[in-house]
């Protein structure tokens, strides 16, 4: 059997204990357990307004009236104590995630600008200053511009042994560039001379890898045409290149080679840095590093873009960009380039962006 209500008696006591549950809460989820115990559906407050039938009739006004204004008394005491208790969590979260605005602040990190870009750019500014423009061609040519009028045809020895890699294509030969050269004739052909370019780039060859060959380089090409070029100027043109990228000290070699685009022909290479000239793997113990080739502009490669050989000539060279990074920066391994490495890189952290 239900037990009728005491009115007086029982609200004070369910007023004083929840009084004291409510002193007793220190954070959210102990505020919201006590509402449910106290103020909820199934609190004490609620089980005893549903008890109040059972009190007389003449005694139920009264009992509804103090129990409703005990309602509000404890849920203003429970929302006083909840901005309380949320005022005190933010200062305790605010006070975890502060700021020492005093220490000094951490420098965000950085990019840099890879050796071999870097040496594009130094070379580019270079050759500016001595009259010559920085073009760029494609990537993947067709056979006419990395080899025919280059003074290469299919039937050419050299064709036969040049390191190639084939694009396949049902209408025509199309490689991937083995030399930055295909752009001397795709700029002849759209320039009058006088003509002064250089063009920086990838190039592709299916060839072993080494201390000092890559199958993927960048290559450096340049291209001079005009009435009374000689190699004289070729000769002047590379040696004040080698005087401004590696310092007066450095010795410069010429030697004779073949290049069926230029005739006479040379190699241009640097005494090797690394070693000092007294011989190392990337020089191949030779005390020199091969920087490119080099020569004048053969007659073919001229007529073949519409050019007048008795009227003007020119002279090329094809420098390898990262050999000169080697060369600059003391780099005993050409693989190093494209390996990935962030130590290798962060060595870099001068030329920062």
């Not at 299916?206 to 000092?212: H, K, L, M, R």
């Not at 010429?254 to 990337?282: K, T, Y």
Request: with cysteine; hydrophobic share 40%; charged share 25%.
């Amino acid at each position: 059997m239900t037990a009728v209500p005491t009115t007086d008696a029982n609200l004070d006591e369910i007023r004083g204990g929840a009084l004291a549950a409510l002193e007793n809460v220190t954070n959210p989820t102990e505020a919201d357990a006590w509402e449910r115990t106290y103020l909820g559906a199934k609190g004490e407050l609620t089980a005893f307004l549903r008890r109040l039938g059972s009190l007389p009739a003449d005694d139920r006004p009264a009992a509804g009236r103090a129990a409703n204004a005990l309602k509000q008394e404890l849920t203003a005491a429970y929302e006083t104590r909840s901005q309380h208790l949320a005022a005190a969590d933010l200062e305790r979260r605010l006070a975890e995630d502060a700021i020492d605005i005093t220490l000094p602040g951490r420098e965000p990190a950085l990019g840099v600008v890879h050796p071999v870009s870097r040496m594009i750019e130094e070379l580019s500014d270079i050759f500016a200053l001595m009259g010559f423009q920085t073009v760029f061609g494609p990537e993947v040519e067709t056979g006419r511009y990395n080899f025919d009028l280059l003074n290469i045809p299919s039937d050419h020895p050299a064709r036969d042994v040049w390191d190639t890699i084939i694009v396949e294509s049902d209408r025509e030969e199309i490689v991937l560039r083995t030399h930055t050269s295909p752009m001397q004739a795709r700029t002849m052909e759209q320039t009058e001379p006088p003509v002064r370019v250089v063009v920086p780039g990838r190039v592709y060859r299916y060839e072993a890898q080494d201390a000092s060959h890559e199958w993927m380089f960048h290559q450096l090409e340049g291209l001079a045409v005009d009435t009374n070029i000689t190699m004289a100027d070729l000769k002047g043109v590379l040696r004040e290149l080698a005087r401004q990228l590696f310092g007066p000290e450095r010795r410069i070699r010429f030697r004779c080679d073949f290049f069926p685009f230029v005739e006479p022909g040379v190699d241009f290479a640097v005494d090797c840095a690394i070693c000092n000239g007294q011989g190392c793997r990337v020089c191949k113990h030779s005390g020199w590093l091969e920087m490119g080739g080099a020569g004048m502009v053969h007659p073919k490669v001229l007529q073949g873009v519409g050019y007048d050989p008795k009227r003007y000539t020119g002279f090329a060279f094809g420098l390898g960009v990262e050999r000169m990074v080697m060369m600059k920066e003391g780099v005993g391994d050409v693989r190093a380039f494209a390996g990935n490495d962030l130590r290798f890189l962060r060595q870099f952290a001068r030329f920062a962006v």
